[in-house]
């Protein structure tokens, strides 16, 4: 049975979408741009980084476009003074949270945060760095994990459970704790369940996930690869 | 008893304090020179991989992240056990020539020439590279165009004058162009004229610092720089020679690898400089002196024609072995015409447009040492990994570093000379700052600290009660 069309609004334009389909999805369809980092198109959505937000008429909250249901008649306003506020804090705690030092990092000029901070207008930061100590995992003969660089967006996590298959990454602890974890928390070069495909490292958004051996400004990821490979497995989302 | 203090130390490359203390007759009784301030890259380095260190290393010094970037990759060659390409390393040298262009043409022209061009006593809030421009325009204009000479070539190879991220563990990121080859040498001749007038011009006034040049850290120390195996003047690649007071060669061709057995570090007490010293002889007395007139000391010859016989006036002028820190400004403005000359070379030989650039490898050996001559003097990287490639271990030891125990002493000496505490002059405590800044210290280097470049000066009482003070910015 064919999937049921429902009318919505985004930014006053009146767009037909299909039912089911999340607010991001339908915009993207339509041709509208709602600025995301955590997303990424074929795997699940999670509403981890919170740069998605958009304001619903009739609702004082605000709602992430990318796990949010249409709804018929629903009126969607996906940029305004507001939203820019909110997605420039949460950038910014980004930031702030763990160590991202541009100028030394091997995606630097290739870097989703750091394109994202300047969308935003974000030249300087107002609030104080956190400066954790963070571990870098470099076990892997191929690949390496730099927590410093990590914005906790989970698609290392989903690209290898639902397009890989391996499930190798996953999430421990909470909040300003939180960390991405390479198999039961141990070393990513002892994972047996790491077939060392390298589709982690090119969804990661940052630096967090390179290819070992490149210099600063060296790590171009092939983001649309994984993508492309998404689609040509015929993955639904 | 009184006790000067001058802190911050101007013109300089970060943060210094010199602290002078007089006797009851006004007369100088000790100094001391310390830097005071420190970052702490060897540390915060540590568990990150090795092929990112020339990138964060760099970022010890804006004036030559060149220098850190070559000796920190070339640490990693070593590291990764790779012969890079010829090309590679031409190319590299291509690039550490035009700094130390840059760089040598940066300490004459814009931090040191306001002191013998406007005059020691000179009004100090003209004597600056504003005052140099305002007062002698042409020479200013020709050091700015040196400078930027310097500079073109950095960025025709490294697409960024500062900080690029084009030399890389292994080599280089990309090759030479055509058109960039073909316009650093349209541009060359201009280059060479200027660095060979500013040389003429200031030979011709040295008769104007003859008490400079006799009290301005004048005494014997040995001096270190990096030869061939025929004992020319390198600045990539060599050994260390360790040349004596009296001009014997003490030591000679000592590889990178072996340098922790001839150079020691101390720790001083008032300082987060620490202060290296040669260790058959040990500390203090183990001095020497590294960076241009290092260089022309330790070194037979400079192996370019201009450059030699530029070097052999030099040293008929002032012996084998010249002593005075004063010789610093000449020695510089002798590199600049090697550097020139090898830039031309390098560029006269179509091997420089090859396009293999860049060997490959992962970790091949646990630890690495890169060491080249950077504009300031000896620089070395050395590094210990794990089998994963994680910095465990860092050690740097920085051009300006070695030449700290001589700097003390130059201080001391400069101090004893001009200074007279009953009638303490500006003029008298620039003289101070003049003969540090001969050395062209990089501070933020040496201590790998930031900072400002300003030095500051205290006169205390011999309870410790500030008399007076000056602050230079």
Known sequence: MPQKKISIRIDGELISALEGQTILQAAKANGKYIPTLCDLDGLTSVGACRICLVEVSGSERLFPACTTPIQEGMSVTTNSPKLTRYRRISVELLLIERNHVCAVCVSNGHCELQTMASALGIGTVGLAYNFPKLSIDMSHPRFVLDHNRCILCT???????????????????RGIHARIVSEMNEQWGKATSCTSCGKCVHACPTGALAEKGWAVEEMVKKIDAVTSLVHRRGAQV | MKRITIEPVSRIEGHAKITIQLDDLGHVANTEFSVTQVRGFEKFTEGHPFYEMPGITARICGICPISHLLASAKACDAIMAV???PVARKLRELVHFAQIVQSHALS?????APDFLLGMDSDPASR??????AGHPELAREGIELRKFGLLIVEGLAQERVHPSWIVPGGVATPLSNATRDRILSELPAAKGIAERTLQFFKGALDQYKEEIEFFGSFPTMYAGMVDAKGNLQLYDGGLRFRSATGDVVEDYVPAEEYSNYIGEASLRESYLKAPFFKPIGYPGGVYRVGPLGRLNAASQCGTPKADAEF?????????????????HYARLIEIVHALEKIETLLDDTRILETHTRATAGVNALEGVGMIEAPRGTLIHHYKVSEEGAITWANLIVATGH???????SVQQVSEHFIDGTKLTEGMLNRVSAVVRAYDPCLSCSTHASGLLAMQIRLLDANGGVLDELMTD
């Open chain 1, 155 to 173: 698609r290392c996590v989903r690209v290898c459970a639902e397009l890989e298959g391996a499930h190798m990454w996953e999430l421990t602890s």
């Open chain 2, 128 to 133: 600056n590279v504003l005052g140099v421009i």
């Open chain 2, 108 to 112: 004459f022209f814009y931090l040191s």
């Open chain 2, 83 to 85: 012969r890079i390409p």
């Open chain 2, 312 to 328: 052999r006036e030099f040293h008929q002028r002032f012996g084998t072995v010249a002593h005075s820190a004063f010789l610093y």
């Open chain 2, 403 to 409: 030449n700290n125990l001589a700097i003390g002493r």
